[in-house]
């Protein structure tokens, strides 16, 4: 079933378009067309309503070859920011999510999508000083490991200084100022 969300009712905090039942299935599809604008659109802000009831499933874009998936998500997503990468997609017309409902005679749903063209910096610089994370001071970093979250590649160095080679100095180099680069840890062994 296809809900076009040009249509919804609106207030400052929450979008309500009503997903209706669709012959039983378990799946509903809701897109909303993006306004055309100078600025690429790469990230979407989205959560439902009942919680426990319905989830997000797949978060889809529409480019100029068709309808790309960028998010295969979990069965207990229900809210969250989406980020693809306009590398690969270019210039996206329509935003789409696929719903899974775990109780199949629920009638309505409250949605909130709100796509979102950001900017970045094209390099940036993350410091982390070890010591805090030990409560010591008198050691030095054995090694570490960086878990990037987006993209799974993203262009970085690494480095360590001060006393006692504490403080991991991160520098990211963006190949575009439409994609970020997340970092969602950094494991450290100390001497």
């Given at each position: ?103 199949l ?9 709100v ?13 982390f ?11 030095s ?51």
């Amino acid at each position: 079933m296809e809900f076009d969300l040009t249509g919804m009712m609106e207030d400052p905090n929450w979008n309500y378009p009503i997903p209706l039942p669709d012959m039983g299935r378990q799946y509903l599809w809701l897109y909303m067309p993006l306004i055309e604008s100078s600025l690429l659109p790469n990230n979407l802000e989205f959560a439902v309503m009942p919680g426990g009831s319905v989830y997000v499933r797949y978060v889809y874009v529409r480019t100029s070859s068709g309808w790309v998936q960028v998010i295969n998500g979990h069965s207990n997503l229900m809210a969250g920011r989406f980020w693809w990468d306009v590398r690969s997609t270019g210039r996206v017309t329509a935003v789409g999510v696929s719903l899974i409902r775990s109780n199949l005679s629920m009638r309505t749903a409250l949605v909130r999508m709100v796509p979102y063209s950001t900017r970045f910096q094209e390099s940036g610089v993350a410091e982390f000083d070890t010591r805090a994370g030990f409560l010591d001071s008198s050691f030095s970093v054995k090694s570490w490991t960086l878990y990037p979250s987006f993209p799974s590649s993203p262009s970085m160095t690494a480095s360590l200084s001060g006393s006692g080679n504490s403080v991991i100095r991160v520098v990211i180099n963006r190949l575009t100022p439409y994609v970020p680069s997340i970092l969602s840890g950094i494991r450290v062994e100390k001497l």
